[in-house]
């Protein structure tokens, strides 16, 4: 019994990796327009959007099915719930990217996006993502720890592009123009930085039971 229970952990655990790669697919393509890169990568971005809300539906299924089946306890029981509230994160995340995606081609200036910085925290979110996830499979609590930490600096970016885009304006900056565009880009991947916090977090749950985790997350060398 524990062996079937195991395997379907497994496969948990792939279609959570997976769910995070289509996640990293798409702000990879959305970091390449933002770098001025070839735009074209921005029409692959909706379907891979689609993509992943249907491995949302079905990690979902397959959690319950374990929930169900096994009843499971403990710390498998954290690693589910965990893992069921990770998707729901993993998909918001992915349609921030589809709504950047419908908003960049309104942004004629092909190297405006850098100039604000916005590329660099497009970077940032990526490896939050890719870490929260390794850490998820890992039952890595250090990792899950150091991607909450990187959530300020993601913060910390936004601050300094809200900065320069409303210098745009007061200075009327020939490219003032596209500043409502660029702050709600910015403000798209601010929330992405929060939504791989909660990620980690997520990690935290799985691997602590004591709840501790909450206010006092592992200290990271």
């Known amino acids: 019994m524990r062996t079937r229970f195991d395997s379907e952990l497994e496969t948990l655990y792939v279609s959570m990796i997976k769910m995070g790669s289509l996640s990293e697919e798409a702000l990879s393509s959305i970091q390449s327009a933002l770098k001025g890169g070839d735009r074209k990568a921005l029409e692959s971005v909706l379907q891979t959007t689609h993509s992943i809300d249907e491995k949302e539906r079905e ?46 081609p309104f942004i004629t200036e092909e190297e405006l996006p850098g100039r604000i910085g916005l590329d660099t925290m497009c970077g940032a979110v990526i490896d939050m993502v890719t870490s929260a996830i390794d850490a998820f499979v890992h039952s890595d609590a250090a990792k899950a720890s150091s991607v909450i930490a990187s959530d300020d600096i993601v913060d910390k970016a936004f601050v300094d592009a809200k900065e320069l885009i409303t210098g745009m304006i007061r200075s009327g900056d020939k490219d003032a123009a596209a500043a409502p565009d660029l702050l709600m880009i910015a403000k798209y991947l601010e929330r992405m930085g929060d939504h791989a916090a909660s990620l980690a977090r997520w990690v935290l749950n799985s691997v602590d039971a004591s709840g501790d985790w909450i206010n006092n997350p592992v200290k990271v060398d």
Not at 63 to 82: E, H
């Open 59 to 104: 990690i979902e299924a397959l959690c319950l099915r374990l929930l169900l089946r096994r009843q499971p306890v403990a710390k498998d029981l954290r690693t589910i719930s965990s893992a069921m509230k990770m998707v729901s994160d993993i998909e918001r995340i992915g349609d921030n990217a589809g709504d950047i995606a419908e908003i960049l």
